[in-house]
């Protein structure tokens, strides 16, 4: 499927299903209005409503803004009685059967019979309103498609780094590629919100996340690392904080991988 064929709400839930979903890392405060439904303190946490809302949006549309050429934009019922707009890219690799979609912004919206929508106008409500345990099932559903899933989830992890701004971007892309030239039989995936690296039926050793102020590229191992990292509270999340300013010593993140695969600290 390119990013450019037509788009339906069924076949945003087979992507979701098939683990090809994943929330872009950063969240704007002014994107609601209204009802808010994120807490840009959780930092990586925004977007919780993400995979739900995508398993039960009511309407698709192709973004209609010149700056989206990949965008869609989907509306859907929250259970709390306002509606979801969740704008999206689809991102497609060339190896990759199917797209990735990334949620790039999630809004709230008021309104009982209808929203107003910038782009689309006058938007009609459905008069089915999900239930509390109607979007916890959905999440759980997505979350066991998830947990059986054991494709290598590259595609996804790349999407994620396309998606952060700037200097975040090039600092995980440094940590990509430095893992890809340590472990070259390494697999990746997004879990947790986030970029994990493995290596099939040993263990993850490595992952990343970025928030507003640092990139924190983790180490996953069963043991603490010599020299220990500066961030951290126990072996399996030893982390390195790196800001706009800062340098990445690749040396010492390539011998920190180097350990942290021989002993990895999460169970495949």
């Known amino acids: 499927m390119s990013v450019s064929s037509p788009l339906t709400t069924q076949r945003v839930s087979e992507l979701v299903m098939a683990n090809r979903a994943i929330r872009a890392p950063y969240y704007s405060k002014d994107q609601d209005e209204g009802v808010r439904f994120t807490d840009l303190d959780k930092g990586l946490q925004w977007g919780a409503d993400a995979i739900p809302a995508l398993l039960g949006l009511f309407r698709v549309e192709q973004d209609t803004r010149e700056d989206y050429p990949d965008g869609w934009v989907g509306f859907a019922l929250h259970w709390r009685g306002g509606t979801l707009r969740l704008d999206f890219d689809l991102i497609s690799e060339p190896e990759a059967s199917d797209p990735v ?155 920190w991988i180097r350990q942290a695969v021989d002993n990895p600290g999460m169970n495949w």
């Open 101 to 255: 979609i990334v949620v790039t912004a999630i809004a709230g919206r008021e309104g009982k019979k209808t929203i107003m929508d910038e782009n689309f106008g006058e938007i009609e409500l459905p008069d089915q309103v999900p239930t509390e345990q109607e979007w916890k099932d959905r999440e759980k559903q997505y979350q066991k498609a998830r947990r059986n899933d054991d494709t290598d989830g590259s595609a996804a992890v790349k999407a994620y780094i396309a998606a952060l701004p700037g200097w975040k971007r090039e600092i995980a892309t440094q940590f990509d590629e430095i893992i890809q030239r340590e472990v070259p039989n390494m697999r990746r995936a997004v879990k947790y919100h986030q970029p994990f690296y493995g290596v099939k039926d040993q263990g993850w050793f490595a992952s990343f996340s970025a928030f507003s102020k640092h990139v924190k590229l983790t180490f996953v191992c069963e043991s603490y690392l010599k020299p220990e990292p500066p961030s951290g509270t126990a072996p399996e999340r030893q982390a390195l904080d790196i800001k706009e300013t800062d340098t990445l010593d690749e040396k010492q993140v390539a011998s």
